[in-house]
């Protein structure tokens, strides 16, 4: 059974930073590409980024270029986002997610986790 | 940058309906098509991939059709569980907003 589970989220200042992690099991963490999705309170989806099966391929919305970096341990099987510059635009649930295909630079998210919910407090 | 846009916003149907819900990309993205439902305070779930393939473990009673720009997901009798909100997202790349804005969906 594929698991996802995320950890890191917090409540945290206005130009913080926070690392957000993600324990995935029940499949070959390093077949797939994995995925950042996040969630404004009471809003639509909003993919985040990107990273490849080896991590050599990475992606990233617009909206969080330059602020923050996703990052994968395949020994570990766990996926990462460093988040820097926080505002109050950043204050959302964050999924992890695992993706359909090794490499894509479309997403397709076939697992989720529970989500984590990050709050940017001014 | 691709947009997506949905179609309705929301509604509102009784058990045993057919009930369709469009997707409409900006640009052709071919097959490039998934659609997702949300049940609210849960993770969003994978119905249909590649605009038609049903997602293993997903009821047969969801349908995916279309390419190019426009695209339909189908419940063809609609059942207690399925209410929540239904996303399209585009798999052609990662530019713009990938997803659509969402149908809720309220069971009669």
């Known amino acids: 059974e594929v698991q996802l589970v995320e950890s890191g989220g917090d409540l945290v200042q206005r130009g913080g930073s926070l690392r957000l992690s993600c324990a995935a099991s029940?499949?070959?963490?390093?077949?797939?590409?994995m995925n950042w999705v996040r969630q404004h309170p009471g809003k639509g989806l909003e993919w985040v980024s990107a990273?490849?099966?080896?991590?050599?391929?990475?992606y990233y919305a617009d909206s969080v270029k330059g602020r923050f970096t996703i990052s994968r341990d395949n020994s570990k099987s766990t996926l990462y986002l460093q988040m820097s510059s926080l505002t109050a635009e950043d204050t959302a649930t964050y999924y992890c997610?695992?993706?359909?295909?090794?490499?894509?630079?479309?997403?397709?998210?076939?697992?989720w986790g529970q989500g984590a919910l990050v709050t940017v407090s001014s | 940058d691709i947009q997506m846009t949905q179609s309705p916003t929301s509604l509102s149907a009784s058990v045993g309906d057919r009930v369709t819900i469009t997707c409409r990309a900006s640009q052709s993205i071919d097959s490039y098509l998934n659609w997702y439902q949300q049940i609210p305070g849960k993770a969003p779930k994978l119905l249909i991939y590649?605009?038609?393939s049903l997602q293993s473990g997903v009821p047969s009673r969801f349908s995916g059709s279309g390419s190019g720009t426009d695209f339909t997901l189908t419940i063809s009798s609609l059942q207690p569980e399925d209410f929540g909100t239904y996303y399209c997202q585009q798999s052609s790349n990662t530019v713009g907003s990938i997803f659509g804005q969402g149908t809720r969906l309220e069971i009669k």
């Open positions: 590649a605009a038609s």
């Open positions: 997610a695992k993706d359909l295909y090794f490499d894509t630079s479309g997403p397709s998210f076939e697992y």
């Open positions: 029940g499949f070959t963490f390093d077949l797939y590409a």
């Open positions: 990273i490849s099966g080896t991590g050599d391929s990475i």
